[in-house]
């Protein structure tokens, strides 16, 4: 089997790649302008927004990991750019390269209408206002009618391995006004890996499926964890759902988070 890789240098990518290396997959990184620190992934010099340097990377694989997304910029253009036009320009070069090839992309919850009564599963409304979530949204339509062979994985808050992201929690808590009893579904580095070969095995085909641990956390906990308290508060939550998503299917599909909740991952040192 070898794989495409896409965003192997970004948070996701560069704990996802070495746990594909040691399972024994032979891997590709789109990478621009350099190569990886590891001489045990082939190195593609490309971009997503240069059809041309494509053709390159697709060809042959047995499947494509497509992880690469622009998010935390206040350019809209280039989010739109390189999360929609960016995976069009891959689902070209796939399906003229490789076009057998399984592709397996990753998304966000973050694409679910705020207003839910319950924790959000994938066949809820999706109408995002803010430019990643509907940019994410509109790659997943031209992915789900591209007639490839796909499976669209929507992640929870991702963290682990050291990546700084519960750190960063209160800069957005305070950037979007959060408030401290907002929960939230998460889901580990380890995990994602797990679902991910599970998607490789086709035992997500044709699926939008999410991908949770077992135990979402109040901000007000998940900061205090990285040990950047955020500001308590006895106000009204809005909607205690929000944030919030089911994980049933991707467990009626045999995912089994080996992270169950981020006390766990304390607990193993693994943050």
């Known amino acids: 089997m070898t794989i495409l890789v896409t965003g192997a240098t970004g948070l996701v990518g560069t704990r996802l790649l ?4 040691a ?3 032979t891997c590709r990184a789109l990478v621009r ?3 990886l620190a590891t001489d045990e992934v082939t190195t593609i010099d490309g971009d997503l927004l240069d059809p041309a340097s494509l053709d390159a990377a ?4 047995t499947a494509v990991i497509h992880l690469a997304a ?8 280039l989010i739109h750019r390189v999360n929609l036009e960016g995976t069009n320009n891959l689902i070209m070069a796939v399906r003229a390269g490789a076009p057998n090839a399984r592709v397996i992309m990753a998304s ?7 207003g839910t009564s319950r924790p959000a599963r994938e066949h809820d409304a999706c109408h995002p206002a803010t430019p990643y ?3 994410k949204v509109a790659a997943e339509a031209s992915l789900m009618a591209s007639g490839l062979d796909w499976t669209i994985q929507r992640f929870g808050f991702v963290y682990g391995d050291g990546d700084g992201h519960l750190a960063a929690l209160l800069g957005l808590a305070e950037r979007f006004d959060w408030h401290p009893a907002m929960a939230l579904s998460l889901i580990h580095h380890r995990d994602i890996a797990a679902a991910v070969a599970l998607a490789l095995a086709g035992g997500m085909a044709g699926r939008i499926v999410n991908i949770v641990d077992e135990a979402p956390m109040t901000l007000f906990e998940l900061c205090e964890i990285a040990g950047h308290p955020v500001a308590a508060s006895a106000s009204p939550l809005a909607n205690p759902w929000s944030g919030r998503l089911d994980g ?7 995912f089994r988070p080996s992270v169950r909740t981020v006390r766990q991952a304390q607990e193993e040192g693994i943050l």
């Open 18 to 21: 070495p746990r594909l290396v």
């Open 23 to 25: 399972s024994g997959v």
């Open 33 to 35: 302008g350099g190569k």
């Open 58 to 61: 697709v060809e042959g694989v």
């Open 70 to 77: 622009v998010l935390r910029t206040p350019d809209a253009s």
């Open 108 to 114: 966000t919850g973050l694409v679910y209408d705020p």
């Open 133 to 135: 979530p509907a940019s």
């Open 248 to 254: 049933e299917l991707a467990r009626s599909l045999g």
